[in-house]
C-alpha cells in the first residue's frame, strides 16, 4: 500500500521528545523539540506535532520510537507477571549465571522480573534432543493458571527446558492456560527465543511478558489521541533491531522494542553514512541523560542478540549493539567520599533540567559545565525560562566542585569536561576494540543534541581522523524513525558438529525464516520498494561455551563455505588457528528486511536559508585548555554547502552547538553535513 501524505518520525528520549516531517513529494521538512513527559510519553508526542504546527490531513505515516519498555525494565514498573516452568527449574531466572554485580565486592542488588512466589512448577521435562522424558500433568498446567490468576497476573510466561528442541509441551500448557487466561498476554518462551541457554530464553520471554500490556496500552492511548485529531492511518513503532513494526503487531514481541530509541539514531546514522559515502562510522550520540555509541561497518550496523541491558538481564533478541555509559547533558558532576571528581550517572533530567534551564536545577552538570566555558550560548537554551546568570552557575561549581578539588570555577569546569570525555571515548573504545576494530580505521558520526559539543575532543583522544556532523545532530533518532525499513529477524538453535550437519536441513530452516517474514511483511501497510534477505550462522569449535556470528551471502551455503567462513571470522576476532577442533553450527540466523523507498536528506536544512559566504553571527570568548579565545559564532542553517571555517570557532543551530577546537578545520558535505578535520587530517 503506498503512502500517501507527509511522513512524521517522532523519538522519545529521556528529555526531550524529538519529531520530523517529511513531504515526500518536496523533500520539505519540519522539526520540533519538546520537553519528554515521563509520567505519559503520549502528552509529550502530541506536544511535538503541535510545536510543528502538524496538521493531520498532511500526515501518511507514523513512526515511533519509544522507551517505554526500556525505562519499565530497568525502573521494575512492570506489569504483575507469573511463570509456569518445569518442576524444579523456578529459580533458573534468579540464579542466572552464578555473576556479582559487583565483580570485585560482595555488594550490589538484584531484583528479578518475576518474584520468587509468582514462578511456579509444573511435572514435565524434555530432553536436548527433544525426546520427551517426564509428561507434561495439564492438571498441573490448570492449576498453576488459576493460582496465578488468583494472585493478580496480567501476563504469564511459560518456560519449558529445552522447549527449542521440543516445543509441544510449551504449546499445549499455552492452551490449557488461554483457556482461563482474560487477555493474550501468554508468552511461550520458545516462540520468542528459539535457542538453547535456559536462562536467558527465561528471562527475554519474561521481560516480554512482564512489558506487553504497558507496551499495548500505551500505544492504544497514543493511537487514540491521533485518531482524535483526525489520523486515521497505522502508527509503526521502532524495534530494537532498527527495523520497524505497525502497533497493531508490536505488542506481540514487545521485548524487541526494548533499546529502540537508540537503534533508531544507529539506523540515521547508517543512512546518512552511506550517501555520504562514508561506509565505516563510530556513532556517538549523547543526549540528555546518557551516551550511546555503535559500530557501522560496510554501511550496517552491527546487530547482536547477545545484548545485556543491565546487570544479569540479557535479552537475547537481535538488537543493534549499541553501549550506554551515564554521561548526557544532564549528567550531576560531584566530589565523592574519597575526594575524586565523578560525573553521571545521576541525571538532572528535562525537569528541573541543569542550573543553566532556569528551572529550579540546584546540581552542577555536563551543560552547566559547557556554558560556563562559552560553548553554549544561553539565549539558545532550549527549555529556559530565565533568572540562571553565568555567575550563579559560577558560583555553584566554585562551591561544590572547586573548593574540595582546590580549583577555581573554570577550573572545574573543565574538569567536568574531562572526565566526562574519558568516559565516552571509554565506551567508544569497548564498542570498537571489543569486535577487533580500530578506532583510527573508522569516522566519529557525532549526534544528539550534546555530542557534537565533545566530538572533536574524543576524535583527538581515540586518533580518529574525521567527524561526521549531520545536518540536524539533535533529532537524528527521529529521523531515523522515518529512513528505518521494516524487518523481522529469526533464530533457531540447531546445535550439530558441522561435519555431521545435514545441509538441507539447515537450508530448509533458513526457507522456512524466509517464508514466515515475507508473510508478516505482507500485512504492513507501507509501501516498500523491495525485500531482501541477510544470513548468518553462530559458530563455535567444540568445547566453547560462546559464539562468534559468521556472515553468509544466502541461505543455502555449502558445508564448504561454512568452514571457511567461520575460519576467517575466528581469524579476524582472535587471530588463531584451531584446525585440530571441529566447528559447531549453533544457530541459524535470518533477517527479512521490507526496503521503503529512498528519501532525500536534502531538505533538513532549507537551501533558501544558506548565504554564499560564510560570516560570523558574533564572537564569544570561549576556554581551550585554560586559555581563553575570542570566538567567531555561525549560525548553521546561514553556512554555504561549500563552507570551509577554521577552529577555533562555534556552530549553532536549533538543536545542537558545534565546538571547532583551535587547529581543527569544517567543510561542508552532502545533505548538509559538516565533516571535522580532526588536526588537519584528510
Not at 566526562?420 to 571515548?425: E, G, I, L, R, V
Not at 546561514?638 to 549553532?652: C, F, N, S, V
Request: hydrophobic content about 45%.
Amino acid at each position: 500500500m503506498a503512502t500517501k501524505g507527509g511522513m512524521i518520525g517522532v523519538d522519545v528520549g529521556g528529555t526531550f521528545t524529538d519529531l520530523v516531517m517529511l513531504d515526500p513529494e518536496t523533500g520539505a521538512m519540519r522539526l520540533a523539540k519538546t520537553p519528554t513527559t515521563l509520567d505519559n510519553q503520549a502528552f509529550g508526542v502530541i506536544a511535538a506535532f503541535d510545536a510543528a504546527d502538524v496538521a493531520m490531513e498532511e500526515v501518511g505515516l507514523v513512526v515511533h520510537g519509544t522507551t517505554t519498555t526500556t525505562n519499565a525494565v530497568l525502573e521494575r514498573k512492570l506489569a504483575r507477571t507469573g511463570l509456569i516452568t518445569t518442576m524444579g527449574f523456578r529459580d533458573v531466572l534468579e540464579l542466572g549465571r552464578r555473576t556479582r554485580p559487583q565483580a570485585y565486592g560482595m555488594k550490589g542488588v538484584f531484583t528479578p522480573i518475576i518474584p520468587r512466589d509468582l514462578r511456579l512448577e509444573v511435572p514435565e521435562r524434555m530432553d536436548a534432543a527433544g525426546e520427551v522424558v517426564t509428561k507434561l500433568d495439564e492438571a498441573a498446567v490448570e492449576a498453576a493458571a488459576r493460582q496465578l490468576l488468583q494472585a493478580g497476573c496480567e501476563a504469564v510466561v511459560i518456560h519449558f527446558l529445552h522447549a527449542y528442541a521440543n516445543p509441544v509441551h510449551e504449546r499445549r500448557a499455552a492452551e490449557i492456560v488461554a483457556s482461563l487466561w482474560p487477555n493474550d498476554y501468554i508468552t511461550m518462551g520458545h516462540a520468542l527465543l528459539s535457542e538453547t541457554r535456559e536462562f536467558e530464553r527465561g528471562v527475554t520471554a519474561a521481560v516480554n511478558a512482564s512489558v506487553q500490556p504497558l507496551l499495548e496500552r500505551y500505544v492504544a492511548r497514543l493511537r487514540a489521541e491521533l485518531a482524535g485529531r483526525g489520523y486515521g492511518g497505522d502508527v509503526l513503532v521502532m524495534n530494537g533491531n532498527g527495523g520497524m513494526v505497525s502497533s497493531r503487531l508490536v505488542a506481540r514481541e514487545a521485548a524487541k522494542t526494548v533499546m529502540s530509541g537508540p537503534a533508531s539514531g544507529v539506523m540515521a546514522a547508517a543512512y546518512t553514512g552511506r550517501r555520504a559515502g562514508e561506509l565505516n562510522l563510530l556513532t556517538y550520540d549523547m543526549g540528555g541523560t546518557s551516551t550511546d555509541v555503535a559500530l557501522i561497518r560496510g554501511g550496517r550496523p552491527s546487530v547482536s542478540n547477545e545484548i545485556e541491558v543491565e546487570y544479569a538481564m540479557p535479552i537475547h533478541v537481535p538488537m543493534v549493539d549499541v553501549r550506554t555509559v551515564g554521561a548526557g547533558g544532564g549528567s550531576i558532576a560531584r566530589v565523592n567520599a574519597a575526594g575524586l571528581l565523578e560525573v553521571g550517572p545521576e541525571s538532572a533530567g528535562a525537569d528541573p533540567g541543569p542550573i543553566c534551564y532556569g528551572k529550579g536545577g540546584t546540581h552542577p552538570t555536563i551543560s552547566d559545565a559547557n556554558l560556563l566555558l562559552g560553548r553554549l550560548n544561553t539565549d539558545k537554551l532550549n527549555a529556559v525560562k530565565g533568572g540562571v546568570t553565568r555567575d550563579d552557575i559560577a558560583e555553584v561549581f566554585r562551591r561544590d566542585l572547586g573548593t574540595p578539588l582546590g580549583l577555581d570555577a573554570i577550573e572545574a569546569a573543565e574538569a567536568v569536561i574531562r572526565v566526562a570525555n574519558a568516559k565516552m571515548a571509554g565506551a567508544i573504545r569497548m564498542v570498537s576494540l571489543s569486535l577487533g576494530a580500530d578506532p583510527r580505521d573508522f569516522a566519529l558520526f557525532a549526534f544528539g543534541g550534546a555530542g557534537p559539543l565533545h566530538a572533536a575532543a574524543l576524535a583527538r583522544e581515540l586518533g580518529v581522523p574525521r567527524v561526521l556532523v549531520p545536518a540536524r545532530p539533535g533529532i537524528t533518532n527521529a529521523l531515523g524513525c522515518v529512513v528505518a525499513d521494516l524487518r523481522h529477524d529469526f533464530v533457531q538453535t540447531v546445535t550439530v558438529p558441522l561435519d555431521l550437519a545435514d545441509i538441507d536441513a539447515l537450508h530448509a530452516v533458513f526457507a522456512a525464516h524466509v517464508a514466515e517474514g515475507e508473510r508478516l511483511l505482507a500485512l504492513e501497510e507501507v509501501q516498500m520498494r523491495r525485500v531482501t534477505h541477510t544470513f548468518s550462522a553462530d559458530m563455535q569449535f567444540a568445547g566453547q561455551s560462546h559464539v562468534v556470528r559468521v556472515p553468509l551471502d544466502d541461505g543455502t551455503p555449502s558445508r564448504e563455505v561454512l568452514r571457511a567462513r567461520f575460519e576467517t571470522v575466528y581469524w579476524d576476532r582472535f587471530k588463531v588457528n584451531l584446525p585440530e577442533i571441529r566447528p559447531v553450527v549453533v544457530s541459524l540466523n535470518c533477517s527479512v528486511i521490507g526496503e521503503r523507498e529512498e528519501i532525500d536528506l536534502g531538505g533538513l536544512i532549507d537551501p533558501l536559508e544558506r548565504h554564499t559566504v560564510a560570516k560570523p553571527a558574533s564572537h564569544r570568548p570561549v576556554v581551550f585548555d585554560g586559555r581563553t579565545l575570542e570566538t567567531p559564532v555561525y549560525w548553521r542553517d546561514h553556512l554555504p554547502e561549500d563552507a570551509m571555517i577554521e577552529g577555533p570557532a562555534l556552530i549553532e543551530q536549533m538543536d545542537t552547538t558545534i565546538l571547532i577546537p583551535p587547529g581543527d578545520r569544517a567543510e561542508g558535505g552532502t545533505d548538509g553535513n559538516l565533516i571535522l578535520h580532526i588536526g588537519g587530517a584528510e
